[in-house]
């Protein structure tokens, strides 16, 4: 029988054999052959040869799924520019290797903390190979893998999505956030949406550009209406650098055609979550914007922060929270006073509130309305979460009967408030009757060190436990004004 010998040495082979720069071996009296200079040129495999020229001629003639041999499509996908046209790469290119190499190469400095981490290479059974672009629920599932992770505090799931769909989704935010208004192609602009649209669930711009002529913004309403997928919305109107001469108030403002473009984008969408940031929206401005969400049926978060809403803002959002079952709200450095502050206790005190997280911080609220948001806490069978940091607020008998019998609250903020050591002693002796409090932010309240440090010790002793009732019986009614309950007689429009 003849004996086959291999005419060929694998490169692994010829890499151990390598000597590294620097490194000799003069005691030894065995000398390694140095194959550095002759294996320099070895050829490529047909093989390898093959793979190349697939990827440079991928963009032209585009094949994946026709490469039978898993180890063969590892290789063209490690080699494949990460360039190409994303209307080629999207509807074939399901592997969540190639995505993350393509997403780092063009956001290195963007550290994901909320994408799928998986195995390197992942490829559909030939059951499954062939997927329409226009895929449905079913096929969005496959291909971003999404697992849901409720919290166990507010009760919004959260989700973690593959690389393709953060690749995606950076890829229209990055667009629209350096988009000029005179640019704006109605078109191009359908063709983006028809690309990104069905693997785009959470759409966050931190800024839009504004037209030099009128000061108006690209129409944002066409955009969501394009996202049918969509189900987060964060969006600023400001733009971020722009320089002192080019400087005006429409740039922090939005105007009112941004507004009704806003509006109508909501209107043909059903979001979960509603992020207007830092962008001077006021009354008037936020009036619209309600009337389309008061069309949603599965409103989770809603957060104006950074906004101008004012007393009148946030009564007009009181009332319509009262209509909806949102779980989120968060409306921090609105300038909500006494009047605001009150609307939002009386939200509170319904027993059918589903709020379990509300941010009010940095907010001038003041003593009355601040200790009337906690007294109404003790009637709300929901809220865990509740930050009142930077109120001015100087609280007095009701933060005693909200940590004696309060059965829901898990996380309470009040750093930066005129708190001082004899309502702090309070706390400290309140906690031994609360059963579920699991942390207390008293930074800069004028409470001594030793004092705060009892009470977060106290705090981590506290254990899990359903013993206290919800409410006493002898429990009295928190004292709102009758122009205050007033407020929630009509419409949030009036």
Not at 289 to 311: A, E
Not at 401 to 411: A, D, G, I, M, Y
Request: proline letters at 4%; charged letters at 30%; hydrophobic letters at 35%.
């Amino acid at each position: 029988m003849k004996e086959i010998f291999p005419n060929t040495i694998n490169i692994n082979t010829i890499k151990c054999y390598q000597i590294k720069d620097g490194f000799s071996c003069t005691k030894s009296r065995i000398k390694c052959q140095n194959f550095g200079e002759w294996c320099r040129d070895l050829p490529k495999t047909l093989k390898e040869l093959s793979i190349q020229s697939i990827s440079d001629n991928w963009e032209d003639n585009p094949l994946l799924d026709e490469i039978c041999s898993p180890e063969d499509r590892c290789i063209l996908l490690n080699i494949l520019p990460t360039n190409l046209p994303l209307c080629i790469t999207v509807p074939i290119i399901n592997d969540n290797f190639y995505w993350k190499k393509s997403a780092l190469e063009r956001w290195p400095h963007l550290m994901p903390t909320n994408v799928t981490e998986c195995d390197m290479f992942t490829f559909p059974s030939k059951a499954i190979e062939k997927k329409s672009f226009d895929c449905d629920d079913e096929n969005i599932s496959d291909t971003s893998l999404y697992t849901e992770n409720s919290s166990e505090k507010t009760g919004v799931f959260t989700e973690t999505k593959s690389w393709k769909q953060y690749y995606l989704e950076n890829h229209i935010k990055e667009y629209l956030e350096k988009l000029q208004p005179e640019e704006y192609d109605p078109e191009e602009m359908k063709k983006i949406c028809d690309i990104c649209g069905p693997f785009v669930k959470s759409l966050q711009i931190e800024e839009l550009r504004r037209a030099d002529k009128d000061g108006c913004r690209i129409p944002i309403g066409s955009v969501l209406s394009g996202l049918p997928k969509l189900q987060e919305l964060s969006i600023c109107f400001k733009e971020k650098y722009i320089g002192f001469e080019n400087f005006n108030w429409s740039v922090i403002h939005p105007s009112a055609r941004d507004i009704k473009n806003l509006a109508k984008g909501l209107e043909k969408t059903k979001l979960l979550t509603v992020r207007i940031l830092n962008s001077g929206l006021e009354r008037n401005e936020c009036i619209p914007i309600l009337n389309s969400l008061r069309k949603y049926d599965n409103l989770n978060i809603l957060d104006f922060s950074y906004c101008s809403l004012g007393n009148e803002g946030t009564i007009s959002l009181c009332r319509f929270i009262r209509e909806m079952s949102v779980k989120e709200l968060s409306l921090i450095d609105n300038n909500i006073g006494d009047e605001g502050a009150e609307a939002i206790a009386f939200v509170l005190h319904n027993h059918e509130c589903t709020l379990r997280y509300l941010n009010v911080r940095m907010n001038p609220i003041g003593s009355r309305s601040g200790n009337l948001i906690l007294e109404s806490v003790l009637f709300n069978r929901n809220l865990k979460i509740l930050d009142l940091s930077a109120c001015n607020i100087g609280f007095q008998e009701a933060i005693g009967k909200v940590l004696r019998k309060s059965s829901s609250l898990q996380e309470l903020y009040l750093s930066n408030n005129p708190i001082g050591n004899e309502v702090g002693n309070v706390i400290l002796n309140c906690l031994n009757f609360n059963k579920t409090l699991r942390k207390i932010d008293l930074r800069m309240c004028n409470i001594h060190s030793e004092l705060q440090h009892k009470i977060n010790e106290k705090i981590k002793g506290v254990a899990e436990s359903s013993i206290l009732k919800f409410l006493e019986e002898d429990e009295s009614e928190p004292e709102f004004s009758d122009k205050c309950r007033k407020h929630f007689e009509g419409s949030f429009e009036e």
